[in-house]
Nanobody, 124 residues
Framework: QVNLAESGGGSVQPGDSLRLSCTAS????????VGWFRQAPGKAREFVAA????????YYADTVKGRFTISRDNAKNTVYLQMNSLKPEDTAVYYC?????????????????WGQGTQVTVSS
């Protein structure tokens, strides 16, 4: 069993930056691919970014490519999401998730462990 906890959310203005952290306890987190997802009110949960267990491969939704960067520090059991040039449409609850399989997926249903989420609000 892996427990995930997100942190780093907040309220910012358009163009600002935030760094989210996803810290794990229990299990073998360093062996799992990890994804970031987000869900805005009234919308389905959507893929944001994912990273392989080693950190050598990363994947991004087109909407965040070039603005967001996912990375991980397995020694700290933590995955990060650096978010730059934030836009109002980035407003959502952001979740991290870990996948017990080796493959990196973009569909929420493929992930086995989820955090509780952290709110990101971008508004002027």
């Amino acid at each position: 069993q892996v427990n995930l906890a997100e942190s780093g959310g907040g309220s910012v203005q358009p163009g600002d930056s935030l760094r989210l952290s996803c810290t794990a306890s229990g299990g073998t987190f360093s062996a799992y691919p990890v994804g970031w997802f987000r869900q805005a009110p009234g919308k389905a949960r959507e893929f944001v970014a994912a990273i392989s267990w080693s950190g050598s491969s990363t994947y991004y939704a087109d909407t965040v490519k070039g603005r967001f960067t996912i990375s991980r520090d397995n020694a700290k059991n933590t995955v990060y999401l650096q978010m730059n040039s934030l836009k109002p449409e980035d407003t959502a609850v952001y979740y991290c998730a870990a996948d017990r399989s080796i493959a990196v997926h973009t569909e929420p249903v493929e992930y086995d462990y989820w955090g509780q989420g952290t709110q990101v609000t971008v508004s002027s």
